[in-house]
């Protein structure tokens, strides 16, 4: 079984982890890999041929942003608070989280696919961004 280093796929991983996994899943995390390197290239060599009016967003992507250095700065550090937020859950209100804002399924489908309530999932969600909010809170030095 291959060995891989969670912090080279996760960016909220702040140090070396490293975990076993199955041929199929190392070779689905290197496919993403490699198929995202390949769209930045695409992105960055293709930069002057698209028009402004294609409406394809790839001038966004390819084109610096309007942020200053100091509030992209700020942008990642948010993020990465978020992540260590969203890790600092039980496994099942992270994932019901992740579920809910970040896929954009609904309570119900979170809860067929659970074989649970749609309430217990609502309440879930709720208690873990309850206890997102009061990590965030203590991490910032603003705690209770």
């Known amino acids: 079984m291959p060995t891989i280093n969670l912090k080279d796929f996760y960016p909220w991983y702040t140090t070396d982890e490293y975990i076993e996994i199955s041929e199929e899943v190392a070779e689905a995390l290197l496919a993403d890999k490699r198929y995202e390197k ?3 290239r ?4 293709n930069k ?3 028009s402004l009016d294609a409406g394809d967003g790839i001038e966004n992507a390819a084109l610096p942003s309007g942020l200053s250095m100091d509030a ?3 942008y990642g550090l948010t993020i990465c608070e978020l992540c260590r937020a969203l890790n600092s859950l039980p496994d099942v209100q992270g994932r019901r989280i992740d579920a809910h804002y970040i ?6 489908q979170i809860s067929e696919e659970e074989g649970v309530d749609e309430s217990a999932v609502r309440a879930s969600v709720k208690r873990g961004l309850q206890a997102m909010k009061r990590y965030l809170l203590t991490a ?4 209770f």
């Open 38 to 40: 390949a769209y930045w």
């Open 42 to 45: 695409r992105v960055y060599y």
């Open 48 to 50: 002057a041929q698209y």
């Open 72 to 74: 992209m700065i700020e």
């Open 103 to 108: 896929l954009g399924k609904s309570y119900k």
């Open 140 to 143: 910032s030095g603003l705690g």
